[in-house]
């Protein structure tokens, strides 16, 4: 059973959209979320991360994190073609060690 | 400051023998991770460190991956006996760890190492 999921996609916006990005996990007891942006051949790098419920912004991303739902989102406003990449969710599964488990990721396309 | 760094970017290997990946983490990290990272796929935990301890190798898939780091710093990722299935993407992560402000598990990743055997 995976632990952390999200939609493959691809998911495709319009420049100048609003991207929404969606991910759900099963650990209840999880605490930390992060997101991941992933070009193409090059390694994740971290572009948000969240610990409590509620938003929380950084220029045009905006994480959301509901744990009694146990989903995290991230948004991304005015979605620009550099954006276009895979983003991977990562959670900090609360069970003593420290290591992330990933979602598979979502892979979005910004349409000129 | 120097991000993550993996050597060797690249390895090509023939079944059988031996790999070693090397990882030099940010100056200042007491956490490091390896990760595994299939086409198509979100990076899958080996193992980890805090200073030179390792924490957990839960991750590790068999006995023929062990991992090491000494000093507390570079650590070595090291497969024996490489099989085709081996190959992969190799990830280093390394983060803030333990400090007085608490846990800051954000994780920041290397170029990562192609292997290839075959």
């Known amino acids: 059973q995976k632990e952390v999921e999200q939609n493959s996609g691809p998911l495709s916006v319009p420049e100048g959209a609003i991207a929404s990005l969606n991910c759900t996990y099963s650990d209840r007891v999880s605490q ?15 572009i948000m991360s969240i610990y ?20 995290v989102s991230l948004l991304i406003r005015d979605s620009q073609p550099s954006d276009s990449a895979t983003y991977l969710c990562a959670a900090d599964m609360d ?18 | 400051g120097a991000g993550v760094s993996q050597s060797p970017r690249y390895k090509v290997t023939k079944r059988g023998q031996d790999v070693a990946l090397r990882c030099d983490p940010i100056s200042g990290h ?3 991770y390896w990760y595994r990272q299939a086409l ?8 980890y460190f805090n200073y030179e301890a390792q924490q957990d190798k839960s991750g590790l898939p068999n006995d023929r991956f062990s991992a090491e780091r ?8 090291t497969i024996q006996r490489t099989e085709q299935r081996d190959s992969a993407m190799y990830r280093c992560a390394s983060s803030l760890g333990v400090s007085l402000a608490g846990i800051n598990n ?12 075959l």
Do not use: H
Request: net charge positive; no cysteine.
């Open chain 1, 32 to 46: 930390s979320f992060f997101w991941y942006r992933q070009y193409s051949g090059k390694s994740p790098e971290l």
């Open chain 1, 52 to 71: 409590s419920n509620g938003d929380k912004e950084d220029g045009r991303f905006t994480a959301q994190l509901n744990k009694a739902s146990q989903y």
């Open chain 1, 95 to 112: 069970t003593g060690r420290r290591a992330l488990t990933f979602g598979s990721g979502t892979r979005l396309q910004v349409q000129p």
């Open chain 2, 30 to 32: 007491v956490s490091l």
């Open chain 2, 40 to 47: 198509g796929q979100g990076p899958e935990f080996l193992t």
């Open chain 2, 70 to 77: 000494p000093e507390g710093s570079i650590s070595t990722l």
């Open chain 2, 106 to 117: 954000e994780q920041f990743f290397g170029p990562g190492t192609r292997l290839t055997v």
